[in-house]
């Protein structure tokens, strides 16, 4: 049975899911997104929400990379999280509070040092502010850290962080406002594929939504839907794993 047509079906309401379908939906299409859970409630939870960049050197084929797209998306966090605020009147946190990175004595060998010297020379390549500091300047910077273990530190002021919880809430009420129709408690069983395209997706109740375009953003789990399977074997190799993470109040 078919039960609904959308210019855009997302798939998954983490934030690239709900970035995806705001961008759609700001654009003027008609966007439905399906989420299994409620939204914004896994990895899109969990993320610690540091935006950063550590490039490498530029190879010599040149061109943009995938560093280059990643400072680009830093520097986008600043005015989305403006843009948020004015229209969902939610603080996603977005702050440039810059970075320490501390090397302890196991980093301290010859692959240690070596990066060190590429992440130096890809920053200055870059523009991307980076310095070698030494103790007395953690202490300056991070008081209660304790430096004795440490052999080497790097200080990067432009490192910014946002909260994800509150990113995913802001985009989500941002979906809303724009008529993105979210509903939660629905599973995508699999890509609706038809005459080699892809007609929608088929719900785990076997029940289809029809879409002009679908966008699968179901991050950790991509790898269970049977048809993306078989079209790039190598996305079965996505599955979720546990991690943790740990929060600490450091004043
Ligand atoms: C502990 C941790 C720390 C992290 N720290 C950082 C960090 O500091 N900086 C950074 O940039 N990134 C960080 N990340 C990574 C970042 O959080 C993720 O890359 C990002 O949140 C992924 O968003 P997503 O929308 O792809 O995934 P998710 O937020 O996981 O969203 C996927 C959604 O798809 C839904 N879904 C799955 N299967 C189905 C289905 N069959 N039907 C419908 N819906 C389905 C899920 O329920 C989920 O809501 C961290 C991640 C973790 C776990």
Redesign the pocket.
Known sequence: MKVSVADVLV?????????VAEAAARRGLSVTL???????????????????CRPWPRTTRGGPDYFDLLLASIRLHEQWAARLLEETDIDVGFRRCGAVELYTPERNDAKGVGQIGRLLEGCAARGVRCQRINAADVKALEPRVAVQDIVAALHLPDDA?IR?PRF?RALALSCRQREVVVNEG????DVWIEDGQARG?V??DGTRHGAGSVVM??????G??ETLRRLAPRIGRIE?VR???RCVRAW
Request: charged letters at 10%; one cysteine or more.
């Open positions: 798939a998954g309401g983490g934030a690239i899911g709900l970035s399906l989420e299994r859970e409620r939204v914004g409630a896994r990895a899109s939870w969990a993320g610690a929400g540091m935006l950063n962080q994800p995913a629905a599973a995508v069983a997706v719900m785990s953003c179901t991050g950790a789990w991509t269970q839907f979720p991690g943790q993470s």
